[in-house]
């Protein structure tokens, strides 16, 4: 499932794409060109359904870490693994919302999850080493 951001995104590549299409008639007319306004007029109508769009997916009650986009910036390329990490701000699933966006609908707790992986390799290892 895509979240608010993803969808917004997807809707302002669409919207960029018409926008490039319309580099032409942005060099040849004029702003008091008739066909000018009413290529501003539709990038008015396209940018109102995008922010419609995107308000349909909000979530009734937002994830205050990440304003309910989902992901949020980290302060390092740790992000929600926490240790040791590089000197850049990186952009992850927030570790609150677990990507959902909505503070009461989680998303799979990664960190468990990759808690419980951990664990299983090593009975495996365990196992292994017990068949021999």
């Not at 909000?58 to 302060?75: A, D, F, M, T, V």
Request: aromatic content about 6%; proline content about 4%.
């Amino acid at each position: 499932m895509k979240g608010p951001l993803e969808n917004a995104m997807d809707r302002a590549e669409e919207v960029t794409a018409w926008e490039r299409s319309q580099n032409d008639v942005y060099r040849e007319h004029s702003p008091a060109d008739p066909m000018f306004i009413r290529v501003l007029a539709g990038e008015v109508k396209l940018l109102r359904k995008a922010i419609e769009m995107y308000r349909a997916h909000i979530p009734e009650s937002l994830c205050l870490h990440c304003s309910g986009y989902g992901r949020r910036p980290y302060g390092s390329t740790a992000t929600w693994r926490g240790g040791i990490g590089g000197q850049a701000v990186t952009d992850d699933v927030c570790d609150k919302c677990w990507g959902t966006g909505d503070a009461d609908r989680h998303g799979v707790n990664l960190r468990a999850m990759e808690s419980e992986f951990r664990r299983l390799r090593e009975v495996e290892a365990r196992m292994k080493g017990l068949e021999k």
